[in-house]
């Protein structure tokens, strides 16, 4: 059964970067069809997108996050990684990863197809000084 | 702020039913599909539909999905105190470049 964990600090200091690790276990981070995808959620609002890695490294970010969010992947450990920079208290959130299923038509991805599953229990990441 | 419009909440006794609507675009539901998830209170979201409306092993079947035009809907039939719980669907959106992955804003469900 293929598992999720996020590490990482739980605080971060303003302008700072935060820094997320996220171990597979169960399968392989290699597996074809399949990206893996970080997703945030701030105190009592809704679900953001990230951004998501393919395991050869290519990546989609969110437009509005993608000038600060750099998305790296370790096969050789089974683990993919979340950096965002230049933090503020609107980044304070829990932040989850995910394994991203993804099928696409074509070069443009006409009738994408996309979820999220499984997911990992979550860690909260608070920006404060 | 999502391009994907949830009703904040809704509500119903056990046993009977509730729908959630979620309302896009041509760029996001009118093109592509839709996945709905299950957030229970404290817990990470968990996949309920996917595909419009295939459910994976485990949920169900009185969770379905649906999608008309831009326009998407999950159904929760024999509601139980267990379905408590934040529900967001999720599409990509192809209205930039390169895309992206959007959610819903969330709905809320009581079981009265």
């Known amino acids: 059964q293929l598992q999720l964990q996020e590490s990482g600090p739980g605080l971060v200091k303003p302008s700072e970067t935060l820094s997320l690790t996220c171990t597979v276990s169960g399968g392989s981070i290699s597996s074809s069809s399949y990206y893996w995808g970080w997703i945030r959620q701030p105190p009592g609002k809704g679900l953001e997108w990230i951004g998501s890695?393919?395991?050869?490294?290519?990546?989609y970010y969110n437009p509005s996050l993608k000038s600060r969010v750099t998305i790296s992947v370790d096969t050789s450990k089974n683990q993919f990684s979340l950096k965002l920079s230049s933090v503020t208290a609107a980044d304070t959130a829990v932040y989850y990863c995910?394994?991203?299923?993804?099928?696409?038509?074509?070069?443009?991805?006409?009738?994408?197809?996309?979820?999220?599953?499984?997911w990992g229990q979550g860690t909260l990441v608070t920006v404060s000084s | 702020q999502s391009v994907l419009t949830q009703p904040p909440s809704v509500s119903a006794a056990p046993g009977q039913k509730v729908t959630i609507s979620c309302s896009g675009s041509?760029?996001?539901?009118?093109?592509?599909?839709v996945s709905w998830y299950q957030q229970l209170p404290g817990t990470a979201p968990k996949l309920l539909i996917y595909d419009n409306n295939k459910r994976p092993s485990g949920i169900p079947d009185r969770f379905s999905g649906s999608k008309s035009g831009t326009s998407a809907t999950l159904g929760i039939t024999g509601l139980q105190t267990g379905d408590e719980a934040d529900y967001y669907c999720?599409?990509?959106?192809?209205?930039?470049?390169?895309?992206?992955?959007?959610f819903g804003t969330g709905t809320k469900v009581t079981v009265l």
């Open positions: 995910a394994r991203h299923v993804r099928y696409c038509s074509g070069g443009s991805c006409l009738y994408a197809r996309d979820w999220f599953d499984p």
């Open positions: 999720g599409t990509w959106d192809s209205s930039l470049s390169a895309g992206s992955y959007v």
């Open positions: 890695i393919y395991y050869s490294g290519s990546t």
């Open positions: 041509s760029s996001n539901i009118g093109n592509n599909y």
